[in-house]
């Protein structure tokens, strides 16, 4: 598509991360485009072709399952002045917002955060627009050349991550930007510069104006790419849990170093490794993951006795959802998801006879054992249990039957049978389950 616009008199170049990831040696996830061709000229020259995009217009071309973002060149005065426009999408993750017919002029809210740019330029006035010097790189086709206007590849060459322009201005422009630094530092190793990192601590809690929805993905890129554990060790140390997650912060700073912590690490890791391998992986078990201390204190700040109770434990799954969901969408479905998964520790926990068969075929059943395995290796859950789960997910049908009905006979052996008139009186069990600490 590069030679297409260049064949309709347009400049085209590769640009922001896909070139950085070149110069490292990674292998680049997606291309994005950056002309000087406007969006509707761009529309014209593809048929497979999408306008998108609310503060900044942006053309998505595809190619199959492939999605090329195209960016026409961005306008500015200068690089340190603070009318500097943000891109509605992440030029290396495709964010894709609704489109908005307002297409005109600058606009910012009252902290300085824009709200719509699409005035368009030229290169030279586009380089200030991007965020970090790393990310401002553009390849041309033309003679295979890289521009580089402020320091980009020196930076890289020193995994270096330094903001272009006044870094105050920058992240009150788009608070998400102090996210996406510390999501670089985790995914790429580099070092923020001092500069760039000093305001992130005063200015954190512009995040609480970010939209919901936003923080959202923002937390599904640095949790679910690959980068997780680092990540969350990334973002404690830079206080920016606190703004993004502030429940999970607050279990942590009062349970330092707990099982909990540990549990949550490796479920990240474990994750991390999944990704690595090209294996799902799911935002249910991400949210459960990062709950589970929530969801512990609210279990544990009822009286002892409900601890085990299947209903308390509901219930500080939902509360610890809700807190979460004031500053952070998260989708009923994963909501759901997280609120399965607990509800199905105690049935693993202490499986019923035959009943074990129907567990196995339920829809959250591999999370829920997931869970279980993690939860069992830090003491949180009877290891033996674990292992039975385990054992009965490998062994052929004749052999489950077995070990099924096994459980059910020591079940039955463990408690005397209560009869009236000579026949057993059946009982409805109490629904019970461990405490998640």
Not at 34 to 52: G, H, M, Q, S, Y
Not at 251 to 262: C, I, K, M, R
Not at 326 to 341: Q, Y
Request: glycine share 8%; hydrophobic share 40%.
């Amino acid at each position: 598509m590069l030679y297409r616009l260049r064949e309709a008199g347009f400049m085209a170049f590769l640009v922001g991360g896909c070139v950085r990831d070149l110069l490292l040696g990674l292998e680049p996830k997606d291309f994005d485009v950056a002309t000087d061709a406007l969006p509707e000229e761009i529309k014209k020259l593809f048929r497979n072709c999408r306008l998108v995009g609310r503060r900044f217009r942006l053309a998505h071309v595809f190619f199959g399952r492939e999605t090329i973002e195209v960016a026409t060149f961005r306008a500015t005065s200068a690089p340190s002045e603070g009318d500097e426009p943000l891109p509605e999408t992440d030029p290396e993750d495709g964010e894709t917002p609704e489109l908005d017919d307002e297409t005109g002029a600058r606009a910012f809210d009252a902290s300085g955060r824009i709200l719509r740019d699409n005035v368009y330029g030229t290169i030279d006035e586009d380089v200030w627009r991007r965020d970090f010097t790393a990310n401002a790189l553009y390849y041309n086709i033309a003679d295979f050349s890289v521009w580089d206007y402020v320091g980009g590849a020196e930076d890289i060459a020193a995994r270096r991550l330094r903001l272009i322009g006044d870094p105050e201005t920058r992240y009150r422009e788009d608070p998400v930007r102090m996210l996406r630094a510390a999501r670089f530092e985790a995914k790429l190793g580099f070092e923020i510069d001092p500069d760039t990192a000093r305001p992130i601590t005063t200015l954190r809690e512009l995040l609480s104006a970010v939209p919901p929805a936003r923080l959202f993905d923002e937390t599904l890129k640095l949790f679910l790419t690959g980068h997780g554990a680092r990540s969350f060790e990334v973002l404690r140390r830079r206080g920016l849990l606190a703004a993004l997650m502030p429940s999970v912060d607050s279990y942590f700073v009062s349970h330092p170093g707990s099982l909990v912590e540990q549990l949550l690490v490796k479920g990240l890791a474990n994750t991390d490794a999944r990704v690595i391998e090209d294996k799902p992986v799911t935002p249910t078990f991400l949210f459960a993951l990062l709950l589970y201390g929530p969801i512990a204190a609210i279990i544990e700040a009822a009286p002892p006795e409900r601890w085990h109770e299947l209903a308390t434990i509901l219930d500080a799954c939902d509360q610890a959802v809700r807190g979460a969901q004031t500053h952070m969408a998260i989708p009923k479905r994963f909501a759901l998801g997280v609120r399965e998964m607990f509800a199905l520790q105690p049935r693993l926990e202490h499986p019923r006879g035959r009943r074990a068969l129907r567990v196995l075929e339920h829809p959250r059943f591999r999370a829920g054992y997931d869970l279980l395995l993690l939860r069992a290796e830090f003491g949180l859950a009877p290891p033996e249990m674990a292992t039975w789960w385990t054992r009965l997910q490998e062994v052929s049908a004749e052999e489950r039957d077995r070990m099924v009905d096994a459980l059910g006979g020591e079940a039955a052996r463990g408690a005397p049978a209560a009869r009236r008139g000579g026949r057993r009186r059946r009982r409805r069990p109490r629904a019970r389950a461990t405490a998640p600490t």
